[in-house]
């Protein structure tokens, strides 16, 4: 076995034990449906949903359904709970509202981007190597079952656990909104930008982007934190588990495969471009300033 192969499957071991004990934590005092509990089968089912479309996706070589079946997931698992739970609270349908909703947003967002641009060139090496292919799969199943757990794990606590919408969550349904609105209005500058002809090969700097270079993903952050907020009330022991929810989406942005890479990517295509330098400069990473930028 190769060394690449090696870490691939190393990566997909570390993945699912990592899903399990997160499984396992969120569902200590929770809801269960034939004797098994609703959180552990829902990361259970998010995780065989990947694989499961991995097989005929792998042998045709094609990644054409990879985001599509990842926000899919969120949507169809976020049903499931509220099915699985006996008669769903109010906290219940808010949450799965949250999440159907931005994953209706984001799935119809990629999906229409990949039909105009094609292929990813993220999978070009990747898709004809079935273990390293495995991987990005398996990853996915961990990073739907993270970021959704805050919501599947308040969704399916137990009925003596519920209790009304206070005032945390209805701060966190205004913060939710902040940050899907944010984060809708800024891919929307930004395909506008890149259809029109005198923006390509460019930066964009305009609209929200004047006020920060990656508003969009300081969308993303604001509404997981949102979505903890509602599901914060209900939470006890180890379901605060949840917590890992928006402390996941702010690493992953922000250290892992977001900012870094884009800001890495700009800098070969940009840097030393003596516009590029000076937005670089003056417009902050990732919280929006709130003045509006120097005519």
Do not use: C
Request: charged share 15%; glycine share 6%; hydrophobic share 60%.
């Amino acid at each position: 076995m190769s060394s690449q192969n090696r870490a691939s499957l190393l990566t997909v071991v570390v993945a699912l034990v990592i899903g399990a004990l997160i499984a396992l934590a969120g569902s200590q005092h929770g809801a269960t449906v034939a004797g098994l509990p609703v959180f552990a089968l829902a990361v259970a089912i998010a995780f065989l949903v990947q694989i499961v479309v991995y097989i005929p996706s792998a042998i045709a070589r094609t990644e054409r359904f990879f985001d599509l079946t990842g926000s899919l997931t969120f949507i169809a698992v976020s049903v499931l709970v509220l099915v699985a739970v006996p008669a769903p609270d109010l906290r219940s349908w808010v949450l799965a509202a949250m999440v159907i909703l931005w994953a209706v947003r984001l799935g119809s967002f990629l999906f229409l981007r990949i039909r105009r641009s094609g292929a990813d060139d993220r999978f070009d090496e990747l898709k004809a190597r079935p273990l390293p292919f495995l991987r990005v799969w398996v990853l996915q199943g961990l990073w739907v079952s993270v970021t959704a757990s805050a919501a599947w794990i308040a969704m399916s606590v137990a009925p003596e656990q519920r209790a009304p919408l206070g005032w945390l969550s209805i701060v966190g349904v205004v913060v939710w909104v902040v940050g899907i609105t944010i984060e809708v209005v800024a891919d929307a500058q930004k395909s506008a930008f890149r259809a029109d002809a005198a923006g390509r090969g460019r930066f964009i700097r305009t609209g929200l982007w004047s006020r920060s270079r990656h508003p969009n993903y300081f969308g993303e952050i604001l509404l997981w934190i949102g979505v903890m907020l509602v599901a914060a009330p209900v939470l006890t022991g180890w379901q605060w588990v949840a917590l890992l929810s928006p402390v996941f989406v702010i690493l992953l942005l922000t250290r892992v495969s977001g900012i870094p890479l884009l800001e890495a990517k700009a800098d070969r295509t940009w840097g030393g471009d003596a516009d590029y330098e000076a937005y670089k400069a003056a417009t902050p990473v990732l919280i929006p300033r709130l003045t509006a930028p120097a005519a």
